[in-house]
């Protein structure tokens, strides 16, 4: 595993942090984000978190709220809490035509076939590949349905010969058979969750072939943010900058590190914070594996091989929309053999275990609502567990210390299938 961020200073307390959080492809704003910070907080009245009010930031496009937390000696810690926000653009690529949401799905689901990127995330992850391909496959089943039902209920009418008997019951046939089809449908967005799935590989599809720009002069004022904390002195100091990325919005918190690295690395390793990044039920491959996506492959490579960056990522195995216990960056290697020695900004790959953290009837309602064990991490559970994110946000210690004891997940091949995909 990489070696603790700019030596020592990993081992200093903590007494003052930044967190610049990036949610995932999410139109809800940071409203709901705050809430699920102060639930998580109220739920483990002996961390002693408190949670400001929310207001907004003095950063272009970002809302801030403040953690307060006891330090261990008398006094209190304090993390800035920075949500760096996109959900204005995700709202644009929210139409609420339901032919255009069909349309969109079957033609993502296309082009990931034919570019060979849905092969390789089922090697990678065969709950991330169903999770994507099971709007598109559904689609296709309910619309074989229709066809099917149609044409027997034609056979059966002019079987009947009936006249105009006959054509009434034809369109009655026909209304009935909308509303079925209407019905499916409708219960079908709302099980595999296909509104936010397909809309969200849209845009990652044009993402990776460069047709975002709103999305990219996004990143780079959450990159500017960043950069701008790296030289802070005096009451402003900040001891550690801890950048979380939640799904879709790992793949911005690599961009935004990897952008922001040049600027940051011109300061002197003792004057600047302890720069950490945590993801959290990563999907990173989604981008990565796309043949187009060569830019943000460099961003991973860029943080692969940084000495002063240290990266926790978090999955589950039983939450279906990550690439659980997954490196990242092995997609870097250009088909070459993981090295015996991980370079030193090689993820740490950090298992949940959720199973030891409820008791069996809430693992088992957890299981089964795919939406609540995406959004797991980001809440309190009812155990103490291994993966303590309260406590990295809001605590004494940095993320390197906090999680130096915990051992990482390596080689993880149990949701792999046909063999280790061509990095």
């Known amino acids: 595993m990489n070696p603790p961020a700019a030596g020592d200073l990993?081992?200093?307390?903590?007494?003052?942090?930044?967190?610049?959080?990036?949610?995932?492809?999410?139109?809800?704003?940071?409203?709901?984000?705050?809430?699920?910070?102060?639930?998580?907080?109220?739920?483990?009245?002996?961390?002693?978190?408190?949670?400001?009010?929310?207001?907004?930031?003095?950063?272009?496009?970002?809302?801030?709220w403040t953690l307060r937390w006891p330090d261990g000696h008398g006094g209190q810690g304090e993390t800035q809490y920075h949500f760096l926000r996109w959900d204005d653009l995700v709202r644009a690529q929210w139409p609420r035509s339901r032919w255009r949401l069909v349309a969109l799905t079957l033609s993502a689901t296309a082009r990931m076939v034919g570019n060979g990127s849905l092969w390789r995330i089922l090697q990678t992850s065969w709950p991330a590949f169903l999770a994507l391909t099971l709007p598109a496959f559904s689609l296709l089943a309910l619309g074989l349905l229709g066809l099917v039902l149609g044409s027997g209920w034609v056979a059966l009418t002019r079987a009947l010969s009936w006249g105009w008997g006959s054509a009434g019951l034809a369109l009655l046939g026909g209304l009935i058979g909308w509303l079925v089809l209407t019905s499916a449908f409708t219960w079908l967005q709302s099980r595999v969750q296909m509104d936010w799935l397909m809309r969200s590989a849209r845009y990652i599809l044009r993402q990776a072939r460069g047709q975002t720009p709103e999305l990219e002069a996004r990143i780079d004022q959450h990159a500017a943010t960043l950069a701008a904390l790296a030289g802070q002195e005096g009451t402003q100091r900040v001891d550690e900058v801890l950048v979380v990325g939640h799904s879709s919005g790992c793949m911005l918190a690599v961009s935004v590190v990897a952008r922001a690295l040049a600027r940051w690395q011109g300061h002197p390793a003792q004057t600047r914070p302890v720069l950490s990044l945590l993801t959290l039920g990563q999907c990173t491959p989604v981008l990565s594996f796309q043949p187009e996506a060569h830019g943000f492959r460099r961003e991973l490579a860029l943080l692969r091989a940084c000495e002063t960056l240290t990266w926790v990522d978090v999955s589950s195995p039983v939450d279906g929309c990550c690439f659980a216990l997954s490196d990242p960056t092995l997609v870097c290697l250009d088909g070459q053999p993981a090295p015996p020695t991980p370079a030193p900004g090689t993820p740490k790959c950090l298992n949940p275990r959720w199973v030891q953290c409820f008791s069996p009837q809430s693992y088992r309602a957890l299981k089964r609502d795919k939406m609540a064990c995406h959004f797991q991490y980001l809440q309190a559970t009812e155990l103490p567990g291994p993966c303590d994110v309260l406590n990295w946000l809001a605590g004494p210690r940095c993320l390197a210390a906090a999680t130096a004891a915990l051992p990482g997940v390596t080689d993880y091949r149990g949701l792999q299938r046909f063999g280790s995909p061509r990095r």
């Open 10 to 64: 990993t081992e200093r307390p903590v007494r003052r942090r930044v967190v610049l959080y990036l949610g995932g492809f999410d139109p809800q704003g940071p409203a709901r984000y705050h809430a699920m910070v102060k639930a998580a907080a109220a739920a483990r009245p002996d961390a002693g978190v408190t949670v400001g009010p929310r207001r907004r930031g003095d950063a272009p496009h970002t809302s801030s």
